[in-house]
């Protein structure tokens, strides 16, 4: 078996309940941390001496909880403020190497990132991927987001009235940290593009870009 | 009441010998088995099966002394140090993997806040134990 | 007070994010001495703390909301206050306020004094109402003795 880590989940919900027993079936040292006594009693009584009762946003919990020696943390409370500070407390105070973190509000996936946190798993995003996906025509579509980075790949479907229809990707003035890594055109095999490369209209494009970028991307491509 | 293999759970509160002495005087007619397990509490911010040696060190002559007063009496004795996060669990589950008739368990008087507290090991033994459970409260300082 | 008189002289665009007792009275007191004030709060019930000269803007809704928090001026703002009861609001609030806004200052009300120590460290201006009242209680009694 691969290394086991030890694991800190901070809130004992349904997510962290699923995620510990899958964690501890994958032989890892799991602990959670809840608010709520009569959660902690019935995770124990569920899953053995892996709960512990306090308010995972405390310093003094966290140290009691041995996140000197953690090697993740997963934040899975339901406000995003309560995780992002257990996050930042994890990382500044006790150097965890990598700190997971849920969020509601989409929005905060990238604000989260900005400050200090590794990864962000946000529902709302996910099911709004999935139902770009559904969307034939729908014009940008999150394909993939790197963990731990800023970074993600999309895909763009150039139409009739892209402003790019017609030009090289050399005249496309793309933003320095975005690459379009290729290009698929119907009745022929995908191509990774240069700069001579010229968009034509129907274009699907695939591109490596920031979330930074992406609204400059997209309105660069498409409108 | 057949009581033919005996729990003690020593905790190193300078109880550990009157459980002991306990032990011994009720499995003296049937002349019981007795297990003496001391479970070793271990910080979070250590692996549970971290070494500390000071601790390792004052569990082992806890339990020799335990096995040379029983033995004497003659008794049949088993020992043994466990580590672990919670120190209840950790004797229910001893318990439960010899199939013991019987725990007894010493305590010394507490306070906390300026209450009586029995912690919360002997709670989690009274509620969880399959057997019987016999605690030894200390007197009063 | 040293600081209201350099105050006077700029006129300042300031966001406050909790109206209550103290996020109330720091609003009106910034408008009565003729600043820009928008004070956000989720509960509307709780303007009822502004005084009726107040001539800044009352918002309901949430700070630690990047888009509540463009709506309430923040892009302009020159101060950005977090005053809410919850201290990982305020924390949340007040570093979208710091590092995607970037407001020129942004003050943070935590009460728990471990939480400010680290969020100073990370460089948000923090203020801790339970240790600044305890050592003021202290000092007092220190004093009579």
């Known amino acids: ?132 996906q559904e969307i034939p025509a729908h014009p940008l579509i999150h394909l993939l987001t790197m963990s731990g980075q800023m970074e993600e790949v999309v895909e763009l479907l150039i139409t009739r009235d892209s402003p790019s229809v017609g030009k090289s990707i050399g005249q496309v003035r793309l933003p320095a940290d975005t690459t379009i890594a290729l290009v698929m055109r119907e009745n022929e095999r995908p191509r990774i593009p240069d700069a001579s490369t010229v968009l034509r209209e129907n274009d699907r494009v695939i591109a490596l870009t920031t979330m930074d970028s992406e609204k400059i991307l997209e309105k660069l491509l498409l409108s | 009441m057949d009581i033919d293999r005996i729990l003690v759970a020593a905790r190193g509160n300078g109880v550990d010998q009157v459980a002991v002495e306990l032990a011994c005087k009720i499995g003296g007619k049937s002349k019981a088995k007795i297990y003496i397990v001391y479970v070793l509490e271990v910080n979070r911010s250590l692996p549970v099966d971290a070494i500390i040696r000071p601790d390792i060190e004052a569990a082992e002559k806890v339990l020799l002394e335990a096995e040379e007063y029983a033995q004497a009496h003659d008794f049949e004795v088993e020992t043994e140090i466990i580590q672990a996060r919670d120190v209840g669990p950790a004797i229910i589950e001893v318990a439960r993997q010899n199939n013991v008739d019987l725990i007894v368990m010493g305590m010394s008087y507490k306070k906390r806040f300026g209450s009586f507290t029995m912690g919360n090991a002997v709670p ?16 009063k300082a | 007070m040293p600081g209201t008189e350099s105050l006077k002289h700029n006129k300042l665009v300031i966001v406050i994010m909790g109206c209550g007792r103290v996020g109330g009275k720091l609003a009106s007191m910034l408008d009565a001495a003729g600043h820009r004030v928008t004070v956000l709060d989720i509960d509307g019930y709780s303007f009822r703390r502004l005084p009726p000269t107040f001539s800044g803007t009352a918002l309901i809704g949430n700070g630690t909301d990047e888009d509540m928090l463009r709506k309430a001026g923040i892009e302009g703002a020159s101060a950005f206050i977090a005053l809410t009861q919850g201290d990982n609001r305020n924390v949340m609030a007040a570093q979208i306020a710091k590092h995607v806004f970037k407001v020129p200052r942004v003050i943070c009300r935590i009460y728990d004094p471990l939480r400010k120590d680290i969020y100073e460290q990370l460089g948000l201006e923090s203020i801790s109402p339970t240790e600044v009242f305890a050592d003021l209680l202290f000092n007092r009694l220190e004093n009579v003795k």
């Open chain 1, 1 to 132: 078996m691969a290394k086991s880590l030890y694991i800190v989940i901070v809130g004992g919900g349904n997510i962290g309940y699923y995620l510990s027993k899958a964690l501890l079936n994958q032989g890892h040292e799991v602990l959670i941390i809840e608010k709520d006594v009569r959660k902690c009693e019935r995770l124990e009584d569920e899953l053995g001496s892996c709960c512990m009762r306090g308010d995972g946003c405390e310093t003094a919990v966290l140290s009691e909880a041995g996140l000197n020696r953690a090697d993740v943390l997963i934040a899975t409370a339901s406000q995003d403020e309560d995780n992002l500070v257990s996050c930042q407390v994890a990382k500044h105070r006790f150097k965890v190497p990598r700190t997971i973190a849920l969020v509601n509000n989409p929005i905060n996936d990238r604000i989260f990132k900005k400050l200090g946190v590794d990864a962000t798993i946000s529902v709302t995003n996910t099911i709004l991927e999935h139902v770009e």
């Open chain 2, 124 to 139: 989690h033994v009274l509620e969880e134990a399959p057997c019987r459970v016999l605690i030894c409260r200390e007197p």
